[in-house]
């Protein structure tokens, strides 16, 4: 328990920046929901890979501004002080599995067979210059997270070979996390008429699922770079959420980052907390390197990111990368 308390308290160390910022501007209320559909896969990195991250999907709904229970709001204000308000839903899953998916018993040093399926509901909360956020993660991992089904499933699809070792995955085990974090938005100035901005941003989570505490940023590149705080990703990476209000016809934007990460505990790579199955020696001390382009018409944001990410655990391979693409629209 000591243990767990002092990595809780690690993972919430940035948090303190919660607390309510200097006075600035709220935004205009925004009357559209936005429905995002997100896809992440070593499949649409170059070189496309099976292994490690292999796949995350997410269905995610942001509501219109004020669209926020009210005990909510009032936890949101007493947080982070005065801003617009939204709620978002996600529900997603991830998929993990070692580097040869071909071995019926997988190397027992190599990240085990993971999935996780969630229900992720969160307050995204912003001034003209910040987001902040604060949410819950309810889930499952093991089978009932339906990673080998939906990943052998889709292999069959395709005529691929079905890894094979997935009857070592981990153990059914509900998982219940808690994240928070802020994102700033600061104007650098202008080269040939394109904007540039950097985008800091520190979070955390503590849970049974990850403990993480992370700091990191983005530059970009662009125009109509108020619509929003950055592409969408499934977190821990750098995500500045489905949230975007046009602020002309035409925003777009290029940009890169970097994040580096303490982790204090991972239980897709440790594996099962209350039951044995096989697990790994995690890394603590992990870092993330982003890069894409967004672009905002019509109503429409499409995304696309590469993330390349230093080793999570001892024995892997020196880095491993994958791509993510996110197409939202509001209505």
């Known amino acids: 328990?000591?243990?767990?308390?002092r990595s809780s308290l690690i993972a919430l160390s940035p948090l303190v920046l919660l607390a309510p910022a200097a006075r600035a501007a709220t935004p205009p209320p925004d009357p559209a929901g936005i429905l995002t559909i997100q896809l992440e896969n070593?499949?649409?990195?170059i070189p496309s890979t099976d292994r490690l991250y292999t796949s995350g999907e997410r269905l995610g709904y942001v509501t219109p501004t004020g669209d926020v229970p009210g005990f909510v709001s009032g936890l949101g204000r007493r947080l982070f002080g005065e801003g617009t308000q939204r709620m978002e839903i996600d529900l997603q899953q991830v998929i993990f599995t070692p580097t040869n998916t071909q071995l019926y018993n997988p190397n027992p040093k190599d990240r085990p067979y993971a999935g996780e399926l969630s229900l992720r509901v969160g307050l995204i909360q912003d001034t003209t210059e910040t987001r902040s956020l604060a949410g819950?993660?309810?889930g499952v991992v093991g089978p009932d997270s339906l990673g080998q089904s939906v990943q052998n499933g889709f292999h069959e699809i395709i005529g691929q070979t079905p890894n094979r070792g997935w009857h070592y995955q981990l153990r059914n085990e509900p998982t219940l996390n808690v994240y928070g974090g802020r994102i700033w938005r600061e104007d650098v100035g202008q080269i040939g008429g394109v904007d540039v901005q950097v985008l800091p941003q520190m979070t955390g989570q503590v849970g049974n699922t990850e403990i993480y505490a992370q700091a990191g940023g983005i530059l970009r590149f662009g125009q109509g770079l108020d619509a929003d705080f950055g592409p969408a990703v499934i977190q821990p990476q750098?995500?500045?959420?489905?949230?975007?209000?046009?602020?002309?016809?035409?925003?777009w934007y290029v940009f890169g980052g970097v994040l580096g990460r303490v982790v204090a505990h991972d239980m897709l790579i440790q594996g099962n907390d209350f039951t044995s199955s096989r697990g790994t020696s995690l890394i603590p001390l992990q870092g993330d390197l982003e890069f894409?382009?967004?672009v905002i018409l019509g109503g429409m944001r499409i995304s696309a990111v590469e993330t390349i990410e230093t080793p999570e655990f001892r024995h892997s391979a020196p880095a491993f990368q994958y791509g993510s693409v996110a197409i939202s629209t509001r209505f």
């Open 1 to 5: 328990m000591k243990t767990f308390l």
């Open 136 to 138: 819950v993660a309810l």
């Open 292 to 294: 894409g382009a967004a």
């Open 238 to 251: 750098l995500s500045g959420t489905d949230a975007y209000t046009p602020t002309q016809a035409l925003s």
């Open 42 to 45: 070593d499949a649409l990195s």
